[in-house]
């Protein structure tokens, strides 16, 4: 009877152990009592730094920085050549460093054309400039309303696009240095820049016609935006 009592008490075990096994509650509750990993935390992702902005008008840079563009009228100061010559219409673009500093400086490229009048037999014939200039400039303000001066020196090479010239003591090529001087108006907010400027060109070197000097004037506005 022993060995009865052994078989059914076997058999019974097996069966128990099945029914558990195909149970997927009982093994969900087993699983769900099992320890379980620790999980690192993830570390919180920064937000992207944002530029530094400056002053009322979110200026990015410190002492300012703009760049401009924008053009006017001029011409020559010497009697001839204003005489065969046209007015200037004039072109420029320029970078000021330290525009919210009483010192900034400037360089700029500067254009113009202008008719003849006398120095050619064409009458379509016009004399164009082009060059570079660097200056220093004082404001006397550095809010948004500038009044400043200006100097500095230049390079400027003219010439005149008509093939045959009237006199052989004209010139159709001239390389010049300027120091040009000046004052204007700044008006400087949220970025955008209006600029008035008075100027005058003293010129030395090259002439297109002899001994008459090639020194300018010129009264230009421009816009910009300002970093």
């Known amino acids: 009877m022993k060995w009865m009592t052994r078989i059914l008490g076997g058999t019974v075990a097996l069966f128990g152990a099945v029914a558990l096994a195909e149970d997927p509650q009982t093994s969900q509750q087993e699983a769900d009592c099992a320890p379980q990993a ?46 065969a010559t046209g007015e200037q219409g004039q072109w420029t673009v320029r970078g000021v460093v330290g525009t919210r500093r009483h010192f900034p400086g400037e360089i700029a490229y500067v254009g113009s054309t202008q008719s003849v009048q006398g120095l050619t037999v064409d009458p379509t014939s016009h004399i164009i400039g082009g060059g570079l200039e660097t200056n220093a400039r004082f404001n006397l303000l550095t809010g948004a309303l500038q009044p400043y001066a200006v100097a500095g020196v230049g390079w400027n090479h003219y010439s005149v696009t008509g093939t045959t010239l009237a006199t052989s003591a004209a010139e159709t090529n001239a390389d010049i240095m300027t120091f040009p001087v000046g004052a204007g108006l700044a008006y400087r907010v949220r970025g955008l820049v209006l600029d008035a ?22 009264l230009n506005g421009k816009i910009g935006f300002e970093f």
């Open 197 to 218: 400027r008075l100027g005058f060109h003293p010129a030395f070197g090259g002439n297109l016609i002899p001994d008459q000097n090639m020194s300018t004037w010129d």
């Open 38 to 83: 620790a999980v690192a935390p993830q570390a919180a992702e920064e937000p992207a730094p944002t530029p530094v902005r400056h002053g009322d008008d979110n200026r990015i840079t410190r002492v300012g920085v703009d760049l401009e563009t924008g053009g006017g009228v001029g011409g020559f100061l010497n009697s001839t050549m204003a005489a």
